[in-house]
């Protein structure tokens, strides 16, 4: 009780400020139920209207994922096109009429009768079930089939002689039109002291927003001033519970969120203090590995003036090795030379040789017709002679061979 009056002193202020509207849109509901329906349907598209404009500056947030999940603006949804995918907590959506939905009155109907036979822990497969199929077989689905009822989006409903609801319908339409759209209502409680003088209240009465549900007793008529201040006493509880079911939420709210951003801070700084703890550590770490590195830097030094000493030992191998290399080059090339010039001394002497036997021949041929022409018998004898000529010279150019090769 005391979270509330101290609700309340918070918020009268405010409250204050919304008075007149409050009493204008009561007026303006009592002058709706003597107007027609033409008028009534006038009326519904006005209120479409400013809602689709409202909508533009200010889209609700889902706050959670699937099926069943609560919005930015205190209702709470269902699913309504399974062939699209559920909404994810941060979707945008904006508010439009219920009357966009064919079965709107079924399902407001299941939401009343889920609170009044105190079904809410199953409200949501039984809304599910509506969305579905169009019924469901439970005794809330029997009470919704066998009831006429017409709900609009604001409706007043007696739960017990001591509580009343206060319910809130809309539709939340997905701004971007990829997720489902969503069914949703918001309701809040109104404590009544009951007795014969609350009967007036009305089982469903539909309002466009219910400020006042317990009658107060006028002075005059009371019989004693303990009577009207118990009266006036009611009142001023029904007027905390009013304002602590509507501000209460964004009060609760806005202290949950400073208390996340506080939080939020604190684990920030704590964070902060993490990683400056973890830059010492590493700058304590770079510091051991450079000392650790100066001996070995030292070696290092050493080892790199070794291979210097290696690779010009190298080096000079390498030259020696080039050295020797054009050493053995240029013995082979004067071996090759002296080979190239034996041979040509030895075709040359071959040459001379075969010129000599082809003179001694012409000569021998020579010769023998010389003989011919003088006898026979010289020619015999000169004809052997010149085959002991011929063995002579062949035997001398095979010795001459033979004692070169050796």
Known sequence: ?????????????????????????????????ATDHNTTDKNKITDKN???????????????????????????????????????????????PTSKVSNSNTLKLAIIECYKQGSTAQIGKIITDFIKTGSSNTPVGKAVAASHEKVSDHVTVKINDHTVAVFQFEVLKSVSGNKSDYFAYKVSFITTSGGEGNNQTNNLT???????????????????????????????AFLA????????????????????????????????????????????????????LGPILK?????????????????????????????????ISAIISIIQQIIGLVVSLINFLVNLINQILALIQAILDLLKATGSSISTVIGNAGTLINAFVIITIGAYIYNNKR
Request: net charge negative; glycine share 6%.
């Open 1 to 33: 009780m005391n979270k509330k009056i101290v609700t309340l002193i918070i918020v009268i202020l405010i409250s204050f400020c919304f008075l007149s509207i409050v009493v204008a849109e009561n007026a303006t509901h009592d002058d709706n139920h």
């Open 50 to 96: 400013k809602t689709d404009n409202g909508s533009k500056k200010n889209y609700i947030l889902a706050k959670g994922n699937g099926n069943d999940i609560k919005f930015s603006d205190g209702f709470r949804g269902f699913r309504l096109d399974y062939s699209k995918p559920p909404a994810s907590s941060g979707d945008e959506f904006k508010h439009v």
């Open 206 to 236: 539909n309002v466009p927003y219910t400020t006042n549900n317990t009658n107060i007793t006028s002075p005059l008529d009371n019989e004693t001033n303990a009577t009207f201040l118990k009266e006036l006493f009611d009142y001023l």
């Open 241 to 292: 519970n009013i304002l602590y079911d509507s501000w209460g939420p964004i009060i609760d709210t806005i202290i949950n969120k400073i208390l996340m951003i506080v939080n939020a801070l604190v684990g920030l700084a704590n964070l902060f203090e993490e990683f400056m703890a973890e830059i010492n550590s590493l700058i304590d770490a770079i510091g051991k590995l450079l000392m650790m």
């Open 299 to 331: 070696e290092i030094n050493g080892i790199l003036k070794l291979l210097t000493i290696l690779v010009n030992s190298i080096v000079q191998l390498l030259n020696l090795i080039g050295s020797i290399l054009n050493l053995v080059a240029g013995i």
